[in-house]
Protein backbone atom coordinates (compact mmCIF):
# COMPACT_ATOMS: atom_id res chain seq x y z
CA UNK A 1 0.00 0.00 0.00
CA UNK A 2 2.98 2.34 0.73
CA UNK A 3 4.29 1.72 -2.67
CA UNK A 4 0.93 2.65 -4.54
CA UNK A 5 1.18 6.22 -2.36
CA UNK A 6 4.43 6.82 -3.56
CA UNK A 7 4.05 6.12 -6.49
CA UNK A 8 0.47 8.49 -6.48
CA UNK A 9 2.42 10.86 -4.67
CA UNK A 10 5.22 11.03 -7.28
CA UNK A 11 2.53 11.16 -10.23
CA UNK A 12 0.79 14.06 -8.51
CA UNK A 13 3.97 16.13 -7.79
CA UNK A 14 4.44 15.60 -11.66
CA UNK A 15 1.27 16.88 -12.58
CA UNK A 16 1.59 20.06 -10.43
CA UNK A 17 5.12 21.00 -10.88
CA UNK A 18 4.34 23.05 -14.54
CA UNK A 19 1.14 24.63 -12.90
CA UNK A 20 2.94 26.16 -10.00
CA UNK A 21 4.53 28.31 -12.48
CA UNK A 22 1.41 29.24 -14.38
CA UNK A 23 -0.31 29.61 -11.02
CA UNK A 24 2.56 32.34 -9.49
CA UNK A 25 2.52 34.21 -13.09
CA UNK A 26 -1.36 34.56 -13.24
CA UNK A 27 -1.55 35.38 -9.62
CA UNK A 28 1.10 38.05 -9.75
CA UNK A 29 -0.37 40.12 -12.34
CA UNK A 30 -1.07 41.79 -8.88
CA UNK A 31 1.99 42.44 -7.05
CA UNK A 32 2.78 40.26 -4.23
CA UNK A 33 5.24 39.08 -1.30
CA UNK A 34 6.68 35.47 -1.27
CA UNK A 35 4.19 34.75 1.50
CA UNK A 36 1.61 35.98 0.94
CA UNK A 37 1.57 34.28 -2.53
CA UNK A 38 1.69 30.92 -0.78
CA UNK A 39 -0.92 31.51 1.34
CA UNK A 40 -3.33 32.90 -1.81
CA UNK A 41 -1.96 29.68 -3.57
CA UNK A 42 -3.17 27.37 -0.74
CA UNK A 43 -6.55 29.22 -0.35
CA UNK A 44 -6.86 28.79 -3.94
CA UNK A 45 -6.46 25.06 -3.54
CA UNK A 46 -2.90 25.44 -4.55
CA UNK A 47 -0.32 23.72 -2.20
CA UNK A 48 3.38 24.54 -2.88
CA UNK A 49 6.08 24.38 -0.34
CA UNK A 50 7.90 27.70 0.42
CA UNK A 51 10.66 25.49 0.09
CA UNK A 52 9.33 25.48 -3.77
CA UNK A 53 8.04 28.51 -4.25
CA UNK A 54 10.95 30.79 -3.05
CA UNK A 55 13.51 29.32 -5.19
CA UNK A 56 10.64 28.96 -8.42
CA UNK A 57 9.99 33.31 -7.86
CA UNK A 58 13.98 33.46 -8.02
CA UNK A 59 14.16 31.59 -11.39
CA UNK A 60 11.07 33.22 -12.85
CA UNK A 61 13.19 36.87 -12.14
CA UNK A 62 16.17 35.65 -12.89
CA UNK A 63 14.08 34.80 -17.15
CA UNK A 64 12.79 38.22 -17.03
CA UNK A 65 9.38 36.90 -16.31
CA UNK A 66 8.76 38.77 -13.23
CA UNK A 67 9.51 42.05 -12.13
CA UNK A 68 10.48 42.75 -8.15
CA UNK A 69 10.72 45.41 -5.78
CA UNK A 70 11.17 45.82 -2.08
CA UNK A 71 8.70 47.72 -0.07
CA UNK A 72 10.37 48.88 2.88
CA UNK A 73 7.87 51.26 4.26
CA UNK A 74 6.46 48.67 7.01
CA UNK A 75 8.80 47.64 9.64
CA UNK A 76 9.50 44.34 8.02
CA UNK A 77 11.34 44.62 4.40
CA UNK A 78 9.36 42.32 1.70
CA UNK A 79 10.29 41.62 -1.74
CA UNK A 80 7.15 42.42 -4.02
CA UNK A 81 6.44 40.20 -7.32
CA UNK A 82 5.14 41.56 -10.21
CA UNK A 83 4.80 39.44 -13.59
CA UNK A 84 5.93 41.05 -16.51
CA UNK A 85 5.24 41.50 -19.59
CA UNK A 86 7.14 38.49 -20.66
CA UNK A 87 5.69 36.81 -18.13
CA UNK A 88 2.03 37.78 -18.87
CA UNK A 89 2.85 36.37 -22.72
CA UNK A 90 3.87 33.31 -21.29
CA UNK A 91 1.17 32.91 -18.88
CA UNK A 92 -1.93 33.33 -21.98
CA UNK A 93 0.07 30.73 -23.60
CA UNK A 94 0.50 28.41 -20.82
CA UNK A 95 -3.07 29.09 -19.87
CA UNK A 96 -3.99 28.21 -23.84
CA UNK A 97 -2.20 24.99 -23.97
CA UNK A 98 -3.29 24.19 -20.67
CA UNK A 99 -7.42 24.87 -21.72
CA UNK A 100 -6.33 22.97 -25.00
CA UNK A 101 -5.05 19.92 -22.88
CA UNK A 102 -8.00 19.74 -20.74
CA UNK A 103 -10.42 19.89 -23.36
CA UNK A 104 -8.47 16.68 -25.05
CA UNK A 105 -7.79 15.06 -21.27
CA UNK A 106 -12.01 15.35 -20.70
CA UNK A 107 -12.59 13.78 -24.11
CA UNK A 108 -10.14 11.00 -23.56
CA UNK A 109 -12.06 10.36 -20.22
CA UNK A 110 -15.68 10.26 -21.65
CA UNK A 111 -14.23 7.61 -23.74
CA UNK A 112 -13.97 9.25 -27.18
CA UNK A 113 -11.75 7.88 -29.65
CA UNK A 114 -9.92 9.40 -32.83
Known amino acids: ?38 EALDGLGIQVDANTLYPLLRRLEKQGLLTSEWNTAESRPRKFYRTSPAGAALAATLTADWDRLTASLHRIAEGELP
Request: glycine share 8%; hydrophobic share 45%; aromatic share 6%.
Open 1 to 38: MAHDDDLVAGHLQELRRGTVVLACLARLRVPDYGYALL
